[in-house]
């Protein structure tokens, strides 16, 4: 039962262009979020993260929105620019009782394409 | 640069012959992970180490050990590979636990493949 879900797996945008990049959850405990970007042969590299207690957080041109009644949240780029072009992965966490939190739940990732 | 390495980048292993995969990290965190990744599949947590607090998933398969002799190292041991563990490994690491200190950072991972 995937806990974090992406549905799109492949997105294509101009140049210059809005990429949104969307992300669903299904456990209501997750209380902090982050977005990965990986390129091909590389490991996942962090992007930018949410907490629960926000709806937004904002980091150059990439902002993320949380809408937790919708347990939605999606990443904004924007401009888009040719280097943008790599897998995301949406991932989720939540805190442990006494223990803190660490552990990561992934989505599938969704490719985007930025076309110059 | 501080960082998480994998090595070897790509490992060809024999259907039972056991493998091991490594990784050491610069960042001097408290916390390392192993992700098995399928084509297309999200990154699936296999076990993680707390210092020396070993942690390992419900759903990982015996098959699947770890060893972290000191904080810079973690490797991950398959005793007998089957086909169905070709796959992409990575490790990550992070600070500590905690909201804002999980931020995990990752190794560029090692393809196996099972012949």
């Known amino acids: 039962d995937q806990q974090v879900k992406q549905n799109s797996p492949s997105l294509s945008v101009q140049e210059g262009r809005i990429s949104i990049l969307n992300c669903d959850y299904t456990n209501s405990m997750f209380d902090y979020f982050l977005w990965y970007k990986k390129y091909p042969a590389e490991g996942p590299t962090f992007l930018i993260s949410i907490s629960s207690i926000k709806d937004k957080n904002e980091d150059g041109r990439f902002t993320v929105f949380l809408n937790k009644s919708a347990k939605h949240l999606s990443l904004h780029i924007v401009p888009s620019q040719p280097g943008d072009s790599a897998v995301y992965f949406c991932a989720a966490s939540y805190a442990y009782s006494g223990a803190g939190s660490y552990q990561l739940t992934f989505g599938k990732g969704t490719k985007l394409s930025v076309i110059p | 640069d501080a960082m998480v390495i994998q090595n070897p980048r790509y490992q060809v292993t024999q259907f039972g012959k056991p493998v091991t995969l490594s990784c050491s990290q610069t960042?001097?965190?408290?916390?390392m992970y192993w992700y098995q990744q399928k084509s297309s599949q999200a990154p699936k947590l296999l076990f993680h180490?707390?210092?020396?607090?070993?942690?390992n998933e419900a759903d990982t398969p015996d098959n699947f050990q770890s060893r972290r002799p000191n904080t810079s190292f973690c490797f991950l041991d398959i005793r007998s590979p089957g086909l169905g563990d070709a796959a992409m490994y990575l490790c990550a690491t992070s600070r500590d636990k905690g909201i804002g200190k999980n931020i995990q950072y990752f190794g560029a991972g090692t393809r196996l493949s099972v012949l």
């Open positions: 180490y707390y210092d020396k607090d070993f942690n």
């Open positions: 960042l001097n965190h408290n916390v």
